[in-house]
Each structure stands twice: as C-alpha cells, then as structure tokens.
C-alpha cells in the first residue's frame, strides 16, 4: 500500500540552527500539506502545495518557514533558525479528494 | 476561520459500543475526516463524510449531517487496542480557494475491560 515516508523520524537540534524536514508524498497525488503537532495539543495546519506552488499558509508560517519540492517527488519543510518553541511533531501530509493520508511524523527537538 | 468542537474525554468498556461526536462551524464546508491517533503516532485515516449520512466500515462508522455542522464516530465491539485520541477534521475551501483540513483537539477514548 502506498505511504508518505518522512525523515528524519527525530531530530535534535541547537536554537538558532536551520532544520530540513524531508516527504515523499504518495505519488499520484496532488496536495500536500505539512501539519506540526505540540505535545499534547492539537494537529496544527502549517502550510499547503499545489502545483508547484503553496497554495495557503496559516499564521505559524512565517519567514522562518519555508517548503520546497526541488525534485519533483521530495517536498521539504526548511526552518532557518529554530525556537524552542518549535519543538513539535511535524507531519507531512498527501491528499486526493476523499483521503488525506500521513506520513509518520519528524519530531524536532530544540535545546 | 473554524470552530470544530468534540469532548475531550470518553470512557467505555471493551465490547460496547461508543460514540464520539463532532460539531464544526464552517463558511466552506468540503468534507469531514476521522483519525485515529496512539500516543506518539501519527493521524491514522478512519473515514470521509461529504454527503449527509452513515459510512459503514467494519467496526467503525461515521455520520455526517451538514445541515446541522454535525458528525459522529461510532466503534462497535470495542477493543482495547481502540484505546486512542480521536480526531475530528474538516475540509473546508479557504478565501484563496484551496481545501485545508483543519483538526478538532481530538477526544482521548479510554477502553477498560
């Protein structure tokens, strides 16, 4: 059965140090999003591709944040200079109409 | 924006039945997802609702009314291993006209014998 993979699975990292977060969507579909999930909060939308392009960023998403999809199939999510406060689980997400499936998850710690 | 509200806590006993309702308030509604999440894992997809009415799958049912802002999760023949946190998602179309799935705070269901 096709899956989104992502790396790392675990990350630990110094504050102010740059992240790359790495997904292999599934491959016949079209949106992909990255979530981020603070430990025992809610999954929270993060910023959404389409075409090549982001389609919709919430408010978490700000100029440290940035998503890539340099090869066509890798789709990225780069944070410049990391916060505590962004240690979270950070998931990867592919979607055609009617399913939304996730990949299991990167979580970043920052010390 | 969205306002997607379910209980944060349920309890049941291994074999029953339990419901774990959802209630969202939405300008663009385009569908309703159910996950289940253990501890420490990622979302895992139950189920998708766009038309009002019941999906049956296997032990697992989900119920939408639109009309309403309304949708349920049944689990029948409850397990242990469905000792989990139970998320509500719904897709709506944003202003920029993209489908973002946004999560309720999930209901943590506690299974006990």
């Known amino acids: 059965e096709p899956e989104v993979t992502q790396t790392p699975s675990h990350q630990v990292t110094q504050m102010g140090q740059e992240v790359i977060l790495r997904c292999v969507p599934i491959s016949n579909h079209l949106y992909f999003y990255w979530y981020r999930q603070i430990l025992g909060q809610k999954v929270e939308f993060l910023v959404s591709?389409?075409?090549?392009?982001?389609?919709?960023k919430s408010e978490i998403f700000d100029d440290q944040f940035s998503v890539e999809r340099p090869d066509g199939s890798n789709f990225t999510l780069k944070i410049r200079s990391t916060k505590l406060e962004d240690s979270a689980m950070y998931f990867c997400a592919s979607s055609v109409p009617g399913e939304l499936f996730f990949g299991e998850g990167s979580r970043l710690t920052v010390l | 924006g969205q306002n997607i509200d379910q209980p944060t806590e349920m309890t049941a006993t291994e074999g029953a039945i339990v419901q774990i309702n959802c209630t969202y308030q939405t300008s663009g509604f385009n569908g309703l997802f159910w996950y289940q999440q253990h501890a420490g894992e990622a979302p895992t997809f139950l189920s998708y609702?766009?038309?009002?009415g019941l999906e049956e799958k296997g032990r697992f049912s989900s119920f939408l009314s639109r009309s309403k802002g309304y949708s349920y999760l049944l689990l029948k023949e409850l397990q242990m291993k469905d000792s989990a946190s139970y998320l509500c998602?719904?897709?709506?179309?944003?202003?920029?006209?993209?489908?973002?799935?946004?999560f309720g705070r999930g209901t943590s269901l506690i299974v006990h014998p």
């Open positions: 591709f389409y075409n090549n392009e982001i389609s919709e």
């Open positions: 998602a719904v897709r709506d179309i944003s202003t920029g006209g993209s489908y973002i799935p946004t």
């Open positions: 609702n766009v038309l009002d």
